[in-house]
């Protein structure tokens, strides 16, 4: 769910996605983007250049999920605004 909430507003790029997943390690991080990738909830992009670069997004069925599971997180998002505000 962190990992949708990271995302719902535009590609990110793996470390962006890392600095607003609190807590994960990059081997988690990687192996949970792999499943959502599997499942055609995230979309990875890879782009050939130098260095290369990769951006998650949510799929159209990411976004139908991320939608479902919003009215959720709207306590602990306002929680979470309130401790980084301080």
């Avoid at 260095?51 to 919003?70: A, D, H, M, Q, R």
């Amino acid at each position: 769910m962190l990992i949708l909430w990271a995302l719902r507003d535009g590609p990110k790029r793996f470390g962006e996605t890392r600095r607003l997943v609190l807590g994960v390690t990059d081997k988690m991080l990687i192996q949970q983007l792999s499943e959502l990738e599997d499942d055609a909830i995230v979309h990875r992009a890879i782009y050939h250049q130098v260095p290369p670069k990769v951006e998650y997004s949510l799929t159209e069925l990411g976004i139908s999920l991320n939608n479902s599971l919003e009215p959720a997180s709207l306590p602990a998002s306002s929680t979470l605004d309130l401790l980084l505000s301080n």
